[in-house]
């Protein structure tokens, strides 16, 4: 199931917004086959595990996720392993589809065929944090990333914020930006900073044969402040805005641009709803969320715990009491208030700390 894993991690960059899946086939303690799922559309793991197998009656089919039992853009892969006539099934997780889970065990079991499921289970869920929530919790999963300095600012008072980080921080970044559905980040980041917010890796980079997928770029804009001249209409990549103003005129500028104005509830304040507009993206199929933006948008996701996890750069600078702080989360007044986070990582990128954090919501 290990090396399942390891195949299934080959579509890193490139399974969205089907999830990351490998497939191992092995007879007589030797690996006759394996497989992974590259692109949506494409081939699923087991079928290109079969393949890759040849004749694999009899074998032990290692799989990192339920084979899919339903008509998608291809065949239900539980048809190709049963007429491939495997003694066994391993299955790392269940499909995490309430509504299907379990449907293309009970098919394999009804085929006579031997089922083992939860091998290397919590190894397979982290494959797919997006994928699994999505089906789940109708939610992506929310990953901020935040730059900071060594005293926990993320901008001067006057807005700067380029760059906190070093150069191999923020190539590092490229590779989150690289493995996410979207890049979420607001107009009040664009208007300040005009970023591109997009991919500046190869394929090379990324290890991938096929051309590289560009994340969809989600900008919160409530109001439509943006215009369509800031730089991010410029660049290559698909563009979704999400506001609660219905200004024609605005909005028909940033569709010449070649943006999607998304209008949606807002949150009885006048600014865009974040639950409603999270629910909307799954709804079109994003997995991953990447988040790159200041204090007040990433304060308000961690507040209305729709933040899972925190990428956090902190470079060994002091910016001083002065600058902004990491996130705008209101005023606490007793410590049972603050969020707790548990570390998942620490490494050094360059001069940087890189710290990956769960967000501790259950
Ligand atoms: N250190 C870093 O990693 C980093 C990264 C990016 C940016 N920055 C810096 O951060 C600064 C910008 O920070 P910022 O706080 O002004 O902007 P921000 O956090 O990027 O975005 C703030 C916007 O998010 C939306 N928002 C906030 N709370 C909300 C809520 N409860 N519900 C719905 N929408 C909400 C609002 O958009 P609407 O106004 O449209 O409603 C608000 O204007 C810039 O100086 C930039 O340089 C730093």
Redesign the pocket.
């Known amino acids: 199931m290990a090396e399942a894993l390891r195949q299934a991690r080959k579509g890193f960059y490139s399974a969205h917004p089907n999830p990351r899946v490998g497939c191992v086939i092995v007879r007589d303690d030797s690996m006759l086959g394996a497989g992974w799922h590259e692109f949506t559309g494409g081939p699923h793991a087991e079928v290109n595990a079969i393949a890759a197998a040849g004749d694999s009656a009899g074998a032990d089919f290692y799989v990192t996720l339920e084979p899919c039992s339903h008509h998608g853009r291809t065949p239900p892969c539980v048809d190709a392993v049963i007429a491939a006539e495997p003694a066994r099934v391993i299955v790392a997780m269940q499909d995490p589809n309430p509504e299907i889970s379990g449907r293309g065990l009970e098919r394999l079991r009804d085929s006579g065929i031997e089922v083992v499921v939860g091998v290397l289970e919590s190894e397979a869920r982290d494959l797919n944090p997006g994928f699994v929530k999505r089906m789940e919790r109708r939610l992506p999963f929310v990953s901020i990333k935040?730059?900071?300095s060594l005293d926990g600012r993320?901008?001067l008072a006057n807005?700067v914020?380029q760059w906190?980080t070093g150069e191999p921080a923020r190539r590092d970044v490229q590779f989150l930006r690289a493995s996410c559905s979207a890049i979420l980040?607001?107009?009040?980041?664009v208007l300040?900073?005009d970023p591109s917010l997009n991919l500046r890796l190869s394929k090379q980079d990324l290890g991938q044969a096929r051309e590289l997928r560009h994340p969809v770029r989600v900008l919160?804009?409530?109001?439509l402040r943006l215009s369509g001249k800031e730089k991010i209409f410029s660049t290559e990549g698909e563009i979704w805005v999400y506001t609660c103003s219905a200004d024609a005129a605005s909005k028909a500028s940033l569709i010449e641009r070649g943006a999607q104005v998304i209008e949606i509830a807002d949150?009885g304040a006048g600014?865009?709803s974040?639950p409603a507009m999270l629910q909307d993206m799954a709804g079109r199929g994003i997995n991953e969320v990447h988040t790159?933006?200041?204090?007040?948008?990433?304060g308000?996701l961690i507040e209305q715990q729709l933040a899972d996890q925190m990428m956090l750069y902190q470079a060994p600078h002091l910016l001083g009491d002065q600058a902004r702080g990491g996130f705008?989360l209101g005023e606490l007044t007793a410590m049972e208030q603050r969020t707790t986070c548990r570390i998942c990582d620490i490494r050094q990128v360059g001069k940087d700390l890189r710290l990956t954090l769960n967000l501790n919501q259950d």
């Open positions: 935040m730059a900071l993320s901008a807005g914020s906190i980040s607001s107009a009040r980041t300040a900073d919160v804009d409530s109001k949150d600014r865009v974040l790159e933006c200041g204090a007040g948008l990433a308000a705008e």
